[in-house]
């Protein structure tokens, strides 16, 4: 059996029955999730899709009453509490429970409740005469879970760290009778699914715990409660409380429904809500206080007293809305863990057995088991993807590639450190290696010394369809196989089992059309196609080809000849930027068109033009009084993090963007006034330049011959599905949007240079251009296609890099100001070895 024939829908459904919700689900989906036509939406662990009946319906519900402060006595106000009293109902009856064995407290999310508890729970510190309490935590827990302990170390409690493996390996039987006299609190927090791998956690742990069967509760007298974080599970898969009473139980309602956001709950037992001890008391929460004196009585209520102030009622009515599109399109939690399963199981099955034509595997799947149930996995494929020679290959570099397809995944620890080096094998000295090496959570530095720091994840949801899983699969193939596809018979047949009725052949080789084929001529052999000839060693010189500047940040360049150097980089380069109706930076990730902008600065009238086709040009100044600004015009947006200060360019540019990209927008430009210092890098050299509106450093240099070799790169590609065509060379330069193209020079020779000299202005090279999907927008039309970034990532192993950023280094004592011209002569420096 291929490769191709293991992804039709015939073979999914005949190895797993389990799939969508009736006959009509394909319907339901398109007409439901109309946004996500074209999307591979993969990410549902991070957050669910909502269907558009949810908004529809509590919208209408929104427009239709008149809600108002359930704290007031009104009848708007008497809707609100009922409204919400049905909600929490509501809850407790989807996980099996009643308000007699439940409270519901409401919180801004699963974060929240967990914090509600940490500062809650009555922590004993040891005394000569009481045992202390203990903080006992799965190592493999979310990071909201472990950051109890900083609260915890504070107070003398001792924080204990439990392998998932030590709980039933290191129980002891029955608990001693001694806990009839020792009350000392303990709590144990584990998850019901891991986030990182999709494991799940046997429920009966709970009831373990309490009765102090299992470590570390065995090993400790005292009365255990036990936190299930439910966060993860609660999105797939049914929870019973009835089967695992667990004391509290975080959860947030985007995991489920994907909106509300910023809302959670806190389930709490309701014979454990007596131990929780509050300090801070808001409106609400009080039975009676006095301002005057230390005299205050909490609501008898359990969740009157925890939700301190005004709930988020608009939110908790959303809710109900939820659990309404949730049911009538699903049929309940069941039919969602089964379908997600399959889906999860299917992806696992395929990806676990595809190999490289070498034989190699193309992937190291992170999981405990092997997909067999889903009482034991959830809907998460966690894995790294490894080249044919064994090599992983950076998640960074899976991410950048899957935005090209449109394919949205999660990449990194996922806040969950523990899994992360378990899985991966990092050990605490390496985590701190990595830290001082720059990488910290959530950045794009996915290896160290070769080693990964992260990994990748695809997690499905109620919503997810077999084409999800195709298309998925169909990705890691063409973009990261070494071709021909293979896939390893004996591991299909292990992760399938030996009853599903597949053949034993040995590894089978694919070559069909469906999947992309690379010629095997290495890019080795391309790069002795140019010779590998000495610098200058037939004279030629090497010289500044072509000098670009973007006004507008993400818009169309602007190619000079004599260009003035200013303070933050070329003079004008990148000092204004377009934002849309939220205030937030457009690039042309988010809107390609972009490109079709073509901004002019015009010197000798002090205007930049704004043109595209189609539009009459305006202008606005290039410099502006900034004593005529009002406090209205100044604003702060974000640029790759950084906070700059920006002054709005008026409404006639903003109803001229507006109209040409089809959605609110404005202009705004870098206040004259601010500075942004450059950032530096780990590894790269220190500098005290400051920045326009540009990403990272002050210039972006390519080289032609660089350009060059990429072209033929692509050209020894053979690859039909991408339905790409062969791009020229300077259609490929300008998508690489730099600001300087040089000649006479190899192939990537500029990635080993440390400084150079362009005409009399020195430059330092401050560190590679890492690359993403943008370089797939064409800049003539604003199409996106696959190339360059599939053979720029086949090319470069690790990080895909291309070009090098520069910075001005000014001279000692007085200057003059500095003119780049074209045709200027280069004097590079390389490092010192």
């Known amino acids: 059996m291929d490769f191709q024939k293991l992804c039709t829908f015939e073979t999914f459904q005949r190895l797993w029955s389990h799939y969508g919700y009736g006959?009509?689900?394909?319907?339901?989906?398109?007409?439901?999730?109309?946004?996500?036509?074209?999307?591979?939406?993969l990410d549902h662990a991070a957050a669910s899709l909502y269907p558009e009946s949810l908004l529809r319906d509590y919208f209408q519900d929104i427009s239709r009453n008149v809600y108002g402060n359930p704290h007031s006595h009104n009848p708007s106000s008497r809707l609100t509490h009922d409204t919400v009293e049905r909600v929490r109902y509501r809850v407790l009856q989807h996980f099996n429970t009643t308000p007699e064995e439940y409270s519901v407290i409401f919180t801004s999310g699963c974060t929240a409740a967990l914090k509600l508890v940490a500062e809650s729970f009555p922590w004993r510190t040891q005394t000569e005469s009481e045992a202390g309490s203990h903080f006992c935590y799965l190592t493999d827990n979310h990071t909201s879970v472990v950051g109890i302990r900083g609260l915890t170390s504070g107070r003398g409690v001792v924080s204990l760290p439990v392998l998932p493996q030590e709980v039933e390996n290191r129980a002891q039987g029955e608990a001693q009778g001694e806990d009839v006299i020792c009350q000392t609190p303990h709590l144990f927090c584990y998850p019901a699914q891991s986030n990182f791998s999709g494991r799940k956690y046997p429920l009966s742990h709970v009831k373990g715990i309490q009765a102090r069967r299992l470590y570390p509760a065995c090993d400790h007298h005292g009365r255990w409660f036990v936190l299930l974080d439910a966060a993860s599970h609660v999105g797939c898969s049914p929870l019973n409380l009835?089967?695992?009473?667990?004391?509290?139980?975080?959860?947030?309602?985007?995991?489920?429904?994907?909106?509300?956001?910023?809302?959670?709950?806190?389930?709490?037992?309701?014979?454990?809500?007596?131990?929780?001890?509050?300090?801070?008391?808001?409106?609400g929460t009080a039975a009676a206080y006095l301002s005057g004196e230390d005299y205050y009585v909490y609501a008898a209520n359990i969740s009157d007293r925890f939700e301190d102030g005004t709930i988020s009622f608009l939110d908790i009515i959303a809710v109900n809305h939820g659990f309404e599109s949730l049911y009538r399109i699903t049929g309940g939690m069941h039919n969602i863990e089964q379908h997600t399963f399959g889906l999860a199981r299917h992806t696992y099955m395929l990806l676990s057995s595809l190999c490289h034509g070498n034989g190699r595997p193309v992937a190291q799947i992170y999981a405990e088991g092997r997909f067999e149930s889903?009482?034991?996995?959830?809907?998460?494929?966690?894995?790294?993807?490894?080249?044919?020679?064994?090599?992983?290959?950076?998640?960074?570099?899976?991410?950048?590639?899957?935005?090209?397809?449109?394919?949205?995944?999660?990449?990194?620890?996922?806040?969950?450190?523990?899994?992360?080096?378990?899985?991966?094998?990092?050990?605490?000295?390496?985590?701190?290696?990595?830290?001082?090496?720059?990488?910290?959570?959530?950045?794009?530095?996915?290896?160290?010394?070769?080693?990964?720091t992260g990994s990748v994840r695809v997690s499905f949801g109620y919503m997810s369809t077999f084409e999800d899983c195709q298309k998925f699969l169909n990705f890691v193939a063409e973009c990261f196989i070494e071709k021909p596809v293979t896939v390893d018979q004996v591991k299909l047949k292990t992760a399938t089992g030996a009853s599903q009725g597949l053949n034993e052949h040995p590894p089978i080789k694919i070559t069909n059309g469906d999947v992309c084929e690379v010629d095997e001529k290495p890019a080795e052999a391309l790069l002795r196609g140019f010779g590998h000839r000495e610098p200058n060693s037939h004279g030629e010189a090497y010289t500044l080809t072509n000098i670009y500047i973007y006004p507008i940040k993400s818009c169309g360049a602007h190619e000079v000849h004599?260009?003035?150097?200013?303070?933050?980089?070329?003079?004008?380069?990148?000092?204004?930027?377009?934002?849309?109706?939220?205030?937030?930076?457009?690039?042309?990730?988010?809107?390609p068109c972009l490109c079709l902008i073509h901004p002019q600065v015009h010197l000798p009238s002090n205007k930049l033009l704004l043109q595209a086709s189609g539009m009459d040009t305006i202008s606005v100044p290039l410099e502006n009084n900034t004593q005529m600004h009002t406090r209205s015009q100044v604003c702060q947006s974000k640029v790759c993090g950084d906070r700059v200060e920006t002054v709005d360019c008026g409404d006639e540019a903003a109803s001229w963007l507006s109209d040409f990209l089809g959605q609110p927008c404005r202009l705004i430009r870098q206040s004259p006034d601010f500075t942004r210092d450059m950032k530096k890098k780990p590894g790269g050299a220190a500098t005290s330049s400051s920045l326009s509106l540009v990403n990272e450093a002050q210039y972006l240099m390519i080289n032609r011959a660089s350009v060059e070799f990429i072209h033929k790169l692509m050209s020894s590609r053979k690859d039909d599905s991408a339905g790409d065509h062969l791009l020229d060379t300077q259609n490929v330069?300008?998508?690489?949007?730099?600001?300087?193209?040089?000649?006479?020079?190899?192939?990537?020779?500029?990635?080993?240079?440390?400084?150079?000299?362009?005409?009399?202005?020195?430059?330092?090279?401050?560190?590679?251009?890492?690359?993403?999907?943008?370089?797939?927008?064409?800049?003539?039309?604003?199409?996106k296609t696959k190339e360059p970034l599939m053979s720029l990532s086949a090319y470069r192993a690790g990080k895909v890099t291309f070009g090098v950023y520069l910075t001005h280094e000014l001279p000692e004592g007085p200057t003059t100001a500095s003119v780049l011209s074209s045709g200027s002569l280069i004097q590079p420096e390389p490092h010192r070895s």
């Open 23 to 41: 006959e009509n689900f394909q319907d339901v989906t398109e007409q439901e999730f109309t946004r996500i036509k074209g999307i591979t939406y």
């Open 242 to 283: 009835q089967n695992c009473p667990a004391d509290f139980i975080p959860i947030s309602f985007y995991k489920m429904f994907g909106f509300p956001t910023g809302l959670g709950a806190l389930l709490v037992r309701n014979d454990a809500a007596g131990i929780l001890k509050k300090t801070y008391f808001g409106g």
């Open 374 to 452: 889903p009482s034991t996995q959830g809907a998460i494929v966690n894995f790294n993807l490894v080249d044919s020679h064994g090599r992983i290959i950076g998640y960074s570099q899976v991410d950048r590639m899957a935005s090209l397809y449109n394919i949205h995944l999660r990449t990194g620890c996922f806040c969950n450190t523990g899994a992360c080096q378990s899985f991966l094998g990092i050990t605490n000295q390496q985590m701190r290696r990595n830290l001082q090496a720059g990488h910290v959570c959530g950045d794009n530095i996915d290896l160290v010394d070769c080693q990964p």
């Open 562 to 591: 004599d260009w003035p150097v200013g303070p933050r980089g070329l003079l004008y380069d990148r000092g204004w930027m377009v934002v849309n109706g939220n205030g937030v930076c457009l690039s042309q990730k988010r809107a």
């Open 733 to 783: 330069i300008s998508r690489f949007r730099a600001n300087l193209v040089i000649a006479g020079v190899e192939p990537f020779k500029e990635d080993n240079w440390s400084h150079l000299i362009i005409g009399n202005t020195r430059f330092m090279v401050t560190g590679q251009c890492g690359r993403c999907q943008m370089i797939g927008v064409d800049q003539d039309t604003g199409a």
